[in-house]
């Protein structure tokens, strides 16, 4: 039977991880089993770069922290080494880079993930990392949005572009 303190710390980080799960738009749970110092320095720091929060956690507080968050569907994959990263504000660049890292180490794993509260499988998380960035999204809206303006003001212009050739005949047709 663990100490009253102990009790209370561990309380604490599943109150802490469960708002970190509920604020998330996104959250991958990794086993991070096979890989050196080197490595996990190396994966820590492109997460942390990215915005994402990458964090070692006991299986059975994950599972607190899951259920208190409303994630139901984990507590098959909550067994050996696991990692949870999450992120509020980028969909896509945890699983690019978790994903990326797990093709060149063979030990590193998918498990699960969700996105905006309902639990997906690894290939989910395969699929969103396949998807263009964020900005790369925005662009490509904003290039949709403007080539219909950009074809009217086209228009415009061919029309004003015909209606001054108009005016010049009649200008020099007056003038000759």
């Known amino acids: 039977m663990p100490s009253a303190a102990v009790l209370e710390q561990k309380k604490q980080v599943v109150a802490d991880l469960s ?10 749970v990794v086993d991070y089993k096979g890989i050196n110092v080197a490595d ?12 994402v929060h990458y964090t070692v956690v006991k299986n059975t507080l994950l599972k607190f922290a899951a259920d208190d968050a409303g994630l139901q569907g ?11 990263a999450v ?14 890292f797990a093709k060149d180490h063979e030990f590193f794993k998918i498990k ?30 904003l290039g949709g949005l403007n080539a219909p303006i950009s074809g009217f003001v ?12 108009a005016l010049n005949a009649i200008a ?5």
Do not use: H, M, W
């Open 112 to 141: 699960k993930g969700f996105i905006d509260g309902k639990v997906i499988d690894a290939s989910g998380i395969e699929d969103l990392a396949k998807l263009p960035s964020k900005e790369v999204l925005v662009a490509k809206a």
């Open 172 to 176: 020099e047709k007056q003038g000759a």
């Open 40 to 51: 996990d320095t190396t994966l820590r720091k492109a997460l942390r770069e990215a915005g």
């Open 87 to 100: 992120s509020e504000s980028d969909y896509v660049a945890g699983a690019k880079i978790l994903c990326g």
């Open 19 to 28: 708002e970190k799960l509920k604020n998330a738009c996104v959250g991958i």
């Open 154 to 165: 086209g228009v415009l212009n061919a029309n004003l572009r015909g209606l001054v050739c």
């Open 74 to 84: 984990l507590d098959d994959v909550l067994e050996g080494t696991t990692a949870v």
